[in-house]
Nanobody, 116 residues
Framework: QVQLVESGGGLVQPGGSLRLSCAAS????????MSWYRQVLGKERELVAT????????NYADSVKGRFTISRDNAKFTVYLQMNSLKAEETARYYC?????????WGQGTQVTVSS
């Protein structure tokens, strides 16, 4: 049974930091490209960051470059998203995504609220 379980969300003040984690099971984690998306209710899901299977290549949305860092630990079947200098407009539900060819999986998401 495939599972992607996100954690680490919560309430943080503007300018603060959070580290999201996504624990994977039920598939060959090390061969999948992993991404973080976010979605505000009523809006389209937005790609935030991607890391390729070996971890040697990453890509970020322009809006988060220099502030967010995606990483993975294939030995722990986990992908992370370090988020610094958070902004109020980045309040959203953050989702973990796994993809290899036509095989794709989503987690249930973790809520991040940036507010003073």
């Amino acid at each position: 049974q495939v599972q992607l379980v996100e954690s680490g969300g919560g309430l943080v003040q503007p300018g603060g930091s959070l580290r999201l984690s996504c624990a994977a099971s039920g598939f060959t984690f090390s061969s999948y490209r992993m991404s973080w998306y976010r979605q505000v209710l009523g809006k389209e899901r937005e790609l935030v960051a991607t890391i390729f299977s070996t971890g040697t290549f990453t890509n970020y949305a322009d809006s988060v470059k220099g502030r967010f860092t995606i990483s993975r630990d294939n030995a722990k079947f986990t992908v992370y998203l370090q988020m610094n200098s958070l902004k109020a407009e980045e309040t959203a539900r953050y989702y973990c995504h796994a993809q290899r060819s036509s095989s794709t999986y989503w987690g249930q998401g973790t809520q991040v609220t940036v507010s003073s």
